[in-house]
């Protein structure tokens, strides 16, 4: 991971995603939570394998997060095992709280790992 992505992402709790459309190919960007670990970033679609930006990543795997001025252009990779989801999970209550999480995220089944690097 670069110094620069790395002190963006420092204190912040929100990146801006951007995906590439399943149906129109247009760009679209969503302010997400994320956590980190080791050199990936974290994400958990707040409707689960039914969000729509969770649908385009399976499509189209490459993705932008931005932070603080500091973009990274990257490959998302589907998370569907269930002890890996949960572990995602469990960082996303320390990080949150276990209120917030289980108040602004339904359903549990589906995360998606970002690379840093």
Do not use: C
Not at 45 to 54: A, E
Not at 75 to 92: K, S, Y
């Amino acid at each position: 991971m670069t110094k620069a992505v790395r002190e963006a992402l420092e204190g912040v709790s929100e990146v801006q995603l951007t995906v590439t459309g399943r149906k129109t190919g247009r760009q679209i960007t969503h302010p997400v939570w994320f956590v980190q670990e080791e050199e990936s970033a974290f994400l958990v679609p707040i409707t689960g394998s039914d969000s729509d930006w969770y649908k385009n990543v399976r499509q189209t795997p490459m993705v932008q997060l931005a932070a603080n001025g500091t973009a990274v252009s990257t490959t998302a990779t589907p998370i569907t095992d269930a002890d890996r989801v949960n572990h995602v999970v469990q960082m996303f209550r320390e990080k949150y709280g276990s209120d917030q999480v289980d108040q602004n995220y339904p359903k549990h089944d589906v995360a998606v790992q970002v690379s840093l690097t």
